[in-house]
């Protein structure tokens, strides 16, 4: 099972915290540059943040730098996705997606090989 599997999606209020999920098998999960990408209703996917294969680097969009955080967990084949001060609109599907070509990459959806199916975050104000 290559595709990633995303968990802890969820209604919450403006301002506050969730925190995301992403568990993929042991051999597609060590080997890959994990991302989060997002989709808004009406809009195109697009990057959230990823997080290398050693964990020593992260790269964020500019619209959640300094909100959100990307951590591994290699024991546990976890990605997580830790969303602060949360804004309505933060609202939309996020999907968790492997890299296993050389390099970080730019962050662009092409890149990456193997997607989750996404878990929907809905910011009330």
């Known amino acids: 099972q290559e595709q990633p599997v995303e968990s802890g999606g969820g209604l919450v209020q403006a301002g506050d915290s969730l925190r995301l999920s992403c568990t993929a098998s042991?051999?597609?999960?060590?080997?890959?540059?994990m991302g989060w990408f997002r989709q808004a209703p009406g809009k195109e996917r697009e990057f959230v943040g990823y997080i290398s294969r050693s964990g020593s680097s992260t790269n964020y969009a500019s619209f959640v730098k300094g909100r959100f955080t990307i951590n591994r967990d290699d024991a546990k084949n976890t990605v997580y996705l830790q969303m602060n001060s949360l804004k309505p609109e933060d609202t939309a599907v996020y999907y968790c997606?492997?890299?296993?070509?050389?390099?970080?990459?730019?962050?662009?959806?092409?890149?990456?090989?193997?997607w989750g199916k996404g878990t929907q975050v809905t910011v009330s104000s």
């Open positions: 997606a492997a890299k296993q070509s050389p390099g970080n990459g730019r962050g662009y959806a092409d890149e990456y090989d193997y």
């Open positions: 042991g051999r597609t999960f060590s080997s890959s540059v």
